[in-house]
């Protein structure tokens, strides 16, 4: 089952475009918040922020070896965001299904004498 | 490829759960504006601004016959965004895959006199 709250919480981050910028640079690979940092035209302290966030909600993660910080993605961090779109589309799908099942249903039992205007019915 | 506009304007439509709310509820079933504000406890108004701003981003979409507008789930209308997850996805996949190579190949190449706590070197 989904945790609203995690699903919320990835929204929220990632409606954030430095945030989505940092999850699509480290989803390649490892690197310092001073790597992290350097393509942005705003303080440390604001990225250092932004990592916080991201880590807080289970997107990434991070280390401290000696003074230096590592991030790294959290591998099943995207997961309730991914079932989350999942799901909708899933619903979707169970729709257009019963739609296509309607529409054969019509089809067959259908005179093949009588009008071809007949309109599909609502179930 | 990805306009990343959006992606960006997804991602902030659905960090609202309001807005999530009513995506979830569409993509079971079509439904007029009035049901669906029927269980927000907020004004009429609030709820048709959300509808517009998911209208905007094409995440729904709305007509309107006589005086009733009923909404719908815009079929494609998560593609950019879960097309964002899949790519994040498949760089860390790509780079897992990178790993077991590396790792496979030090296996391979290892002397098996030699001692076993040979660290795997960086590439």
Do not use: N
């Not at 490892?30 to 440390?44: G, I, K, N, Q, R």
């Not at 961090?77 to 909708?88: E, F, I, M, S, T």
């Not at 799908?93 to 007949?118: K, V």
């Amino acid at each position: 089952m989904l945790k609203y709250s995690d699903v919320d919480a990835s929204f929220r981050a990632l409606a954030e475009p430095t945030r989505r910028a940092i999850v699509e640079r480290l989803s390649g690979g490892p690197a310092t918040v001073s790597d992290l940092a350097a393509p942005f035209d705003m303080s440390f302290a604001a990225v250092v922020q932004h990592l916080q966030v991201l880590e807080g909600c289970g997107l990434i993660r991070s280390e401290k070896v000696g003074r230096v910080r590592t991030c790294r993605i959290e591998p099943m961090g995207l997961a309730p965001l991914a079932d989350w779109v999942a799901q909708r589309r899933a619903f979707m799908e169970r729709r257009f299904d019963r739609l296509g099942e309607l529409l054969a249903e019509a089809d067959s039992s259908e005179d093949p004498q009588a009008s071809t205007q007949t309109p599909i019915k609502d179930k």
